[in-house]
T-cell receptor
Framework: DSGVTQTPKHLITATGQRVTLRCSPR?????VYWYQQSLDQGLQFLIQ???????AKGNILERFSAQQFPDLHSELNLSSLELGDSALYFC?????????????FGPGTRLTVT | AQSVSQHNHHVILSEAASLELGCNYS??????LFWYVQYPGQHLQLLLK??????LVKGIKGFEAEFIKSKFSFNLRKPSVQWSDTAEYFC?????????????FGTGTRLQVTL
């Protein structure tokens, strides 16, 4: 158990819908990262927050957005869902913002868009 | 931008065989390097990491990796695999310096260990 929690574990929804994925980082970690794992794209970085502020953006679609709240939990919002958004979404956390910190991954949320 | 290549997509070994998984990265500057493992149905776990210093790093469960800067490589090794090592292995890199620490992952290598 990494100490990073994600809810829900599984999510099945229809195209065009909107969903929210939630992540709670390890105690003491200020950075939260979101990654998407799909069969065709592999593991891709989406976005990073550090202490409530957006720190880095990766291959995140405009239909997707995220935020980190004062209690440091983060939510990833996916809207106007398409079949291709079906994937495993991982959250990770680390103590600091930069490259010298180990990232701990949560169990992931499996999203299925039908 | 950095990229990571893992050339072995699927490796099948018998128990007690030696393992070496290749990882090459592309980036002109300094990098931090990682190997993560994903057991079936589980989350990514860090096996080992290289930030600086001794290029031969030891991780958990008997794994080690060697950073060869001239070859842009960070290959993962284990002298004798066990059935429980069956998993998917990901090499990852992040660029240094940087105020952000996004990981760029390779496509992964699926290791199957047979009894």
């Amino acid at each position: 158990d990494s100490g990073v929690t994600q809810t829900p574990k599984h999510l099945i929804t229809a195209t065009g819908q909107r969903v929210t994925l939630r992540c709670s980082p390890r105690s003491g970690d200020l950075s939260v990262y979101w990654y998407q794992q799909s069969l065709d794209q592999g593991l891709q970085f989406l976005i990073q927050y550090y202490n409530g502020e957006e720190r880095a953006k990766g291959n995140i679609l405009e239909r997707f957005s995220a935020q980190q709240f004062p209690d440091l939990h983060s939510e990833l919002n996916l809207s106007s869902l398409e079949l291709g958004d079906s994937a495993l979404y991982f959250c990770a956390s680390s103590v600091g913002p930069g490259g010298g910190y180990e990232q701990y991954f949560g169990p992931g949320t499996r999203l299925t868009v039908t | 931008a950095q990229s990571v290549s893992q050339h072995n997509h699927h490796v099948i070994l018998s128990e007690a065989a030696s393992l070496e998984l290749g990882c090459n990265y592309s980036y002109g500057g300094t990098v931090n390097l990682f190997w993560y493992v994903q057991y079936p149905g589980q989350h990514l776990q860090l096996l080992l990491k290289y930030f600086s210093g001794d290029p031969l790093v030891k991780g958990i469960k008997g794994f080690e990796a060697e950073f060869i800067k001239s070859k842009f490589s960070f290959n993962l090794r284990k002298p004798s695999v066990q059935w429980s090592d069956t998993a998917e292995y990901f090499c990852a890199v992040n660029a240094v310096p940087g105020t952000a620490s996004k990981l760029t992952f390779g496509t992964g290598t699926r290791l199957q260990v047979t009894l």
